[in-house]
């Protein structure tokens, strides 16, 4: 058994990797780290947990860090992993972060998406040097990079969403002028545990609220990635909003096509270019939030205009597995040359 | 008092005027006509009327249709009140209806909407001769046209949200291509109070389904009225989404501008397009869902990319309210020459 | 016009009294006073209240409470208006509180209450002598009492509920060992605007979660009442349960009746106990929670079980309105000798 | 592999069971039954299930059912199971059944039940020389029965909830009276998948429904097994709530106690009266609705009134699983002396 050491365990994040680690027949806990709740049990923390896990939270400050494990999982905001990278590349302990910290290859593209991003003052990468030795972790289109990496940068959940659901048009090319507008659903949890006025129960249920349009910083990796992809500059016109549901995301994407194409021709080159792939399904009808809720999927569909020039491209994923933690348990698997699917294999939560 | 008698009174749409003519200061109640629960107490078949109104439902064929009362109210499917237009045309007696019946001027402007409809088979109109004589009622854009009609086309719920967050920049020729794209997002009770599978709650609770991609019979009369406030035809490429809540729609609207402007510009734009229009609410942040819900206001706000180009469109409204019995009371006040908040000042119901 | 003075204005209990005065044919607002969001405007603090209220919020130490205006209303947390009290009452200026502060007619009562309140550190009253100068506020049974009085202390919105549905059998002492099981759910918006982590979407939404079994404070001012209108001490075994709604409470409450009855005689009973009172509907079926929401009414039906022995009443407020806004607007009204429906004369919000 | 075959697999009972069969380490899916949707794949009648089940439905009139397989599970309405019991018993298949039919251990307990059942006209049972061969399938309390019977009958989700919440203080005679009241609030989803009124989302969100008070079909099977356990005839005043969530049932459940008791040791006596259990949990704080959420877990806790007189147990489950399916395939583990948990054994979905 691989022993693997969460850090920020009492996030929503936390919780979600150890839950999978939990039921993964090749890893064990070997340690809960975070801020919050040092030193209370975790199922006291999180009642729900009992009878299936009882370890205490251990302090950051207290040397625990990288110690007795194979791999460290931070589940932590921006900027905390990007602190003891350092000490754990020295030490050869390999780790992935869920924040921005390891997802850009130079400090320039780093620089761009910490100057979108609400509560990063500060622009300089404070490891700038492993930068160059970190994968980006979307395992469907990386998973050679994450297998051979010592470091991944877990993606952004409206990232990951966006990028699976559009990475086969940018890699063929047939996005008229490289640009997509995004409209995207996301349920609360994706805020974390924090009590704040937005994810108030009174002001959310039954809501619907627009925010940070055209300035979420999920969109720098992304238009990063899908530019890549195709060659040229990508521009994503992205406009996220709040839902009066827990979890998932659902974009809904809308492109110009290069050349005419029908809806089959598209489902049919979606379903190649993720042959093979065990979480991501493209269906023939508009995938649903509550389809992927409580799994690993990313459910995508595609409809095109009537006049053939417009395509709208639709994926739904569950913000916190494979918005967060599915996908970092995705990411650890190829690490460790696993079946990808380890510890993962279930299904949507329906109805 | 004026009197006037719904058609349809059963459903949520003839709820809905029912109540608002309840505490109507110039309106009262004629009569209550219904296929379903007819015979039975309105207070029966809605419990919440306890105590407000105790009137027995008559079935439609009763010959009570347009007896004893100022204006007839269908709150009724498709084609229904096409059915009795001519006989009430023939009495002299006003009347609004909330299908497509008389939305449009033109029978091949119907016929391109009857196509889009799923429901129905017929393209021919029924009551072709007075479609000349029925205002389309945007009371905002179309008040004086409505003053004076003896018909009255109530918009359709997602179209009344497009057409009013949109009207100011197609007005002003400011939408290059005259082309947009919307994302909206709508709680269930559009599709009324017959139990089926999509509006099923297990299935829609926590859930987001997008629906009609491409395909929603709204988007005619949005096109065309779009199209004629700008001179000339306007595009809408409109995916509905359906929403795990009870009210509201939520219409996120994409345009590309067709000469630069800044958000104050714009929203400085929308103010002067609305003045004295009671119920158009211009926000300097972006509309909730909540922040309409129960009221008949439509909020609206805009967003402007960082480089200019792009401008940003969301509006809020109620759609059983704005979206619906709210602009067929407004529509009627102005009929009959009143106020147009004439039962209809009431705040959202927040939180 | 009367002149009414907000204290609290800026949570949601001064909210909704702000929006009954703003419709209300008798009353103006005369001031919005918080701690909160002082020096705001409200329609910042609530967009939805866009063009309806436009007051700046002030501070509660600038001297204003209780200037220029006929009636304050302290929609204040416990303590707050009884170190206002005396100062009111020596210039002779009517108040409502909705806090415990002058729900008790004696120290030994008020200091039984201070005990069980979570919140209350000092069970001393701080205006003692004004005790016996307050009317306890609900209406239907202490209306005269209300009329006369300079105070009133608005009942907690559990115990509007509790007494409203079980007063008429306890008056008639019909309640075996006067004694009373209640099971009540609440929405969330009772716990008030601050957020806070049982109030945080994430966890409430989907929810059920009993909170102080056997020990909520409103329990006190409850079996006082009951105990009063049965000339003999009642005991009110209470278990409330937090939702994931935002509106409503829904009350089960369970008694072994002292002699055996009809469910039919138990209604006729209640309908002519209640006869005349505007806000309380006696159904013959179940109540819902959503059956009163967005209305004053508190709807009430009882059922008996098979053997006759035992009886259960369930009732359904608004805990906003007939649980604490709707409630202070009634007895406001009756203060000044207006009709107890001024401003309050609306539907329920369905669906 | 064992092999087990899903009768009345469309329904949500039946799809639980295939999700749990699916991810089972000992069985495999023989064949789906279920007279609607019959022809049609079953991940085409739940697109969740892309990926993961392509298996066509088959029509029950097929002569399928209880052909090549080791167990048949009867995920079908009341009467249906009874129809095809002394076939499977004469070929020697085991099944187990969700519905009333194999509850009763004889005729006069079945008609008690199937009067009280709002569609069972008939009490007369179909099979009733087979009711001494089944088991009451209650694996915490009737394990042994379990393992041994070649028929189950799986039992009630409210009763699953509260049997097992009350089982250790009618077990010790520790129940004044053997006299409960419970009320217990269900989310939608124990209702099934037929789209119905009560059921309409727009009727159902935000509200809380009482409905059958003191007529539950569940109170047979829960006071013959209470009364059983305690050696004399037990009482249930039960009344069910209907919520708007989708999942979950909260039972809250007061008793008066024969003999004082402090919580604590109520607590440890449930401890040890469910030790080696591995889904029952005794927390120290109420349970919570979605802390069992998508689990098998019944999670229990107790308060004791300030006198020591009345106790209070709480319990929560998933309607679903451990007040459905979950207990099914417990159930069929033991019938095939399999550790109880396989298949089983995930954590709840929270948030």
Do not use: W
């Not at 999180?46 to 950051?60: D, F, I, K, N, Q």
């Not at 194979?70 to 990278?85: N, Q, Y």
């Not at 050869?92 to 869920?98: A, V």
């Not at 289109?141 to 994450?146: E, N, S």
């Amino acid at each position: 058994m691989y022993r693997a050491q969460i850090v920020g365990a009492t996030g929503y994040g936390g919780l979600g990797i150890l839950e999978l680690l939990l039921q993964h027949p090749n890893f064990e806990v070997a340690s809960l780290v975070a801020r919050d709740d040092a030193g209370r049990r975790i199922d006291e923390v999180y009642p729900h947990l009992m009878g299936r896990c009882s370890l205490t939270v251990e302090a950051p400050d207290s040397g625990v860090i990288g110690t007795d494990c194979d791999v460290v999982i931070f589940a932590t905001p921006d900027r905390v992993s990007m602190g003891f990278a350092a000490q754990l590349a020295d030490a050869g302990r390999r780790f992935i972060d869920y924040s921005g910290d390891f997802r850009f290859g130079t400090t320039e593209q780093y620089a761009e998406y910490a100057a979108a991003h609400p509560s990063i003052a500060d622009p300089a990468h404070g490891a700038a040097d492993l930068l160059g030795r970190a994968a980006y972790g979307i395992p469907e289109l990386f998973g050679d990079r994450v297998t051979a990496a010592p470091i991944v940068g877990n993606p952004g959940c409206f990232a990951a969403g966006m990028i699976i659901g559009l990475a086969p048009l940018f890699a063929d090319r047939m996005v008229e002028g490289n640009e997509v507008i995004v409209d995207a659903l996301t349920g609360s949890s994706g805020a974390g545990k924090k009590p704040a006025p937005l994810q108030h129960f009174s002001h959310l249920n039954d809501n619907v609220v627009p925010y940070r349009v055209f300035a979420h910083q999920h969109v720098t990796e992304t238009s990063q990635t899908l530019g890549a992809l195709s060659g040229s500059p990508a521009t994503v016109h992205f406009v996220p909003h709040l839902l009066g549901v827990t979890r998932g995301i659902l974009s809904t994407m809308h492109v110009v096509l290069a050349r005419p194409a029908s809806k089959q021709e598209l489902l049919e080159r979606y379903r190649e270019f993720y042959d093979g792939q065990p979480f991501v399904r493209v269906l023939p009808t508009p995938p649903t939030l509550k389809g992927t809720a409580g799994s690993n999927y990313c459910d995508i569909s595609v409809e095109v205009s009537p006049d053939g020039r417009r395509a709208v491209v639709m994926s739904s994923i569950d913000n916190l597995l494979k918005g967060q933690s599915g996908t970092a348990m995705q990411n650890v698997n190829l690490m460790f040359g696993l079946d990808p699917r380890a510890g993962l294999d279930r299904p949507p939560l329906y109805p």
